[in-house]
């Protein structure tokens, strides 16, 4: 891996995929043996290079969410805050250089954790990793939960939405960072800023599109407005 500067956020550093990486070779299954034309692609340098792990790099929703907490350092600072599906950790880094009295990292990959833990010490930053999912259970007691980016599969969404709303239940502030993928909540979403950010897979030099920072409002049902339980 390579470090280097976010796109829109010089302040941070990460270790993120680059052609002559070879990361991508961490997305085939443990234990099998690479086919003739995966050999033959580790050995195209110039080729182009598969899909590379999702936390290798900065996506856009979690991207416009660090930079919406670095300029407004006082969304958390002083607080416990929560980076829910952390990938490469950006966010939880954000919080933490902001001044969060406690940043708690969630991710599943342990490729991802390591790579957190790189990501963390490369920005002089501490932050607590949990290595498992834990939507399925109730929140951790923190003040603040940032979700950047976790809306681009139906199955993941069905089981983040709910743990969202365990968390306004027991008081928690949500924020959402999104380039609008397909299966965004829309209707529970507040705007709160937008911000122009390069996205995950998009070529170099290409026009960047907006994407919005949210706050995670309650279900309105019958003109009043509730958590799921």
Same mark, same amino acid.
């Given at each position: 891996?390579?470090?280097? !500067?976010? *796109?829109?956020?010089?302040? @941070?550093?990460?270790?993120?995929?680059?052609?002559?990486?070879?990361?991508?070779?961490?997305?085939? +299954?443990?234990?099998?043996?690479?086919? !003739?034309?995966?050999?033959?692609?580790?050995?195209?340098?110039?080729?182009?290079?598969?899909? !590379?792990?999702?936390?290798?790099?900065?996506?856009?929703?979690?991207? %416009?969410?660090?930079?919406?907490?670095?300029?407004? +350092?006082?969304? %958390?600072?002083?607080? =416990?805050?929560?980076?829910?599906?952390?990938?490469?950790?950006?966010?939880?880094?954000?919080?933490?250089?902001?001044?969060?009295?406690?940043?708690?990292?969630?991710?599943?990959?342990?490729?991802? %954790?390591?790579?957190?833990?790189?990501?963390?010490? *490369?920005?002089?930053?501490?932050?607590?990793?949990? &290595?498992?999912?834990?939507?399925?259970?109730?929140? !951790? /007691?923190?003040?603040?939960?940032?979700? #950047?980016?976790?809306?681009?599969?139906?199955?993941?969404?069905?089981?983040?939405?709910?743990?969202?709303? =365990?968390?306004?239940?027991?008081?928690?502030? %949500?924020? @959402?960072?999104? /380039? &609008?993928?397909?299966? $965004?909540?829309?209707? =529970? $979403?507040?705007?709160?800023?937008?911000?122009?950010? +390069?996205?995950?897979?998009?070529?170099? #030099?290409?026009?960047?599109?907006?994407?919005?920072?949210?706050?995670?409002?309650?279900?309105?049902?019958? &003109?009043?407005?509730?958590?799921?339980?």
């Amino acid at each position: 891996m390579r470090i280097a !500067p976010v *796109a829109a956020l010089p302040e @941070i550093r990460l270790y993120a995929a680059h052609p002559a990486s070879g990361m991508w070779r961490l997305t085939r +299954p443990q234990g099998r043996a690479a086919e !003739p034309e995966e050999e033959a692609d580790e050995a195209d340098e110039d080729g182009p290079e598969p899909q !590379p792990p999702y936390w290798a790099y900065a996506w856009a929703g979690g991207a %416009v969410l660090a930079r919406y907490i670095l300029d407004r +350092p006082e969304t %958390v600072a002083g607080l =416990r805050v929560l980076d829910l599906g952390a990938g490469s950790g950006l966010v939880g880094i954000a919080a933490a250089r902001a001044g969060a009295s406690e940043v708690i990292a969630s991710e599943i990959d342990r490729n991802g %954790v390591a790579a957190l833990g790189l990501n963390a010490a *490369a920005n002089g930053v501490a932050i607590a990793v949990v &290595g498992e999912d834990i939507t399925a259970g109730p929140p !951790p /007691p923190v003040d603040v939960v940032a979700a #950047g980016d976790l809306f681009y599969r139906q199955d993941l969404a069905d089981r983040v939405i709910p743990f969202l709303d =365990r968390c306004l239940a027991a008081g928690i502030n %949500v924020l @959402i960072g999104d /380039p &609008g993928r397909a299966y $965004l909540p829309r209707s =529970r $979403l507040r705007l709160l800023a937008e911000y122009q950010v +390069p996205d995950v897979g998009q070529a170099k #030099g290409a026009a960047t599109k907006p994407s919005g920072v949210f706050s995670f409002e309650p279900e309105q049902l019958g &003109g009043e407005f509730r958590s799921s339980p």
